[in-house]
């Protein structure tokens, strides 16, 4: 499989888009000078217990994180310097979550330690030997000081510019003239599958239903992937009575493992909805500035 790593400067936002055997894979975009904080090493503070909630609230010099009592909170008390490490960007409102970085002293006063490494690194290691092309001379010197194979295209990102661009919209193509609509929440993410112009097949009903949403499942996953969508993840695919939906669990579950943040199908809820966890690392797209 040919990887290749494509960045584009859009004003201060830097676009990451990863392709394998020229499909887009994954993408992200990231600021450089405002970057989401996942995996940087902070020197922080105790600043309240919080038992209810199974942890603690840290002030990183610059905004408080929470420390959960199973990432090495649970020994701290107020008062306490920590040094923690970020494990996941502040989102929907909350502040960063965080683990306690073992064997690190932390600084004299809250704040930052070291950077983590960025999204740029998550593609690099799934692909080490994958070329990075970048689209502007200031890209380039800047990726090149963190990472090696980076080369100069004024076009990186033009293969994948189309799909990227529909990204940004709710409603994307599925397989056979479906369609998918992306529901956020609070709380949690749904997905809404429609049929289209499928439900024209005549015959079989049953079968036509299966057929169309085994079929559409592949996309289904990449777009979950794409789009970044975590935590909860409702899918409410099309036509199938909520009894027959388990069957496709197997296909379902398959192409959910050859995503990277390895997401878990719980099951079908009794309703029919597939109820999927994918971990909250990242922002998702949609709460991410353009």
């Known amino acids: 499989m040919s990887a290749v790593i494509r960045a584009g400067l859009r004003g201060g936002t830097v676009h990451l888009a990863l392709t394998e ?18 995996g940087d090493l ?50 929907g409102g909350k502040g960063p979550r965080l683990a306690l970085a073992e064997g690190v002293a932390p600084g004299a006063k809250p704040g930052l330690l070291a950077r983590g490494p960025g999204p740029i690194a998550e593609f690099r290691a799934l692909h080490p030997a994958a070329p990075i092309l970048a689209d502007d001379w200031e890209l380039v010197a800047l990726l090149r000081a963190a990472h090696e194979g980076v080369a100069h295209d004024p076009a990186s990102l033009a293969p994948v510019a189309e799909e ?31 049929a289209g112009a499928a439900t024209a097949e005549r015959g079989d009903k049953h079968g036509a239903q299966l057929r169309l949403n085994r079929a559409i499942i592949p996309e289904l996953a990449r777009q979950i992937r794409l789009r970044n969508l975590a935590g909860a993840i409702l899918v409410d695919f099309a036509g199938m009575k909520p009894a027959a939906r388990p069957k496709l669990a197997p296909d379902l579950a398959a192409a959910l493992a050859r995503d990277p943040l390895r997401p878990r199908l719980l099951g079908f809820s009794a309703l029919g909805f597939a109820e999927i966890s994918r971990p909250r690392i990242r922002p998702p797209l949609h709460e991410l500035p353009p």
């Open 42 to 91: 902070r020197s922080g503070r105790i600043t309240a217990r919080a038992p209810a909630l199974g942890g603690a609230f840290v002030d990183l010099g610059d905004g408080s994180g929470f420390l959960p009592d199973s990432a090495g909170g649970k020994s701290l008390a107020e008062g306490d310097a920590v040094a923690v490490r970020i494990t996941r960007a502040p989102q």
């Open 164 to 194: 990227i661009a529909a990204l940004a919209e709710p409603v994307f193509p599925l397989p056979q003239g479906a369609r998918g609509t992306v529901c956020p929440t609070p709380a949690l993410t749904a997905i809404d599958i429609d």
């Open 21 to 38: 055997s020229g499909t887009l894979a994954g993408y992200t975009r990231w600021r450089p000078d405002a970057p989401d904080g996942v």
